[in-house]
């Protein structure tokens, strides 16, 4: 009767452990989905070109000039 009783304690053991596995694996991808969001806004913002610049006599706005001259 006592291996019994063991069997059962372990049994619901590896049940609550899979359950705390689940859920630190769904809290991993969340925070890999987010980051990898964050990347991809990140590029797609620096992949837009440079920066405008009002021209000031013609109120055009045109691609800031650097001053690397």
Do not use: C, N
């Amino acid at each position: 009767m006592p291996q019994v009783i063991v069997l059962l304690a372990a049994g619901a053991g590896l049940l609550l452990a899979r359950k705390w596995f689940k859920t630190a694996q769904d809290r991993v991808a969340a925070d890999l989905r987010e980051a990898r969001d964050a990347m991809a806004e990140h590029q797609r913002r620096e992949s837009l070109g440079t920066k405008l610049e009002q021209d000031p006599a013609t109120g055009i706005y045109r691609p800031q000039q650097s001053d690397l001259s």
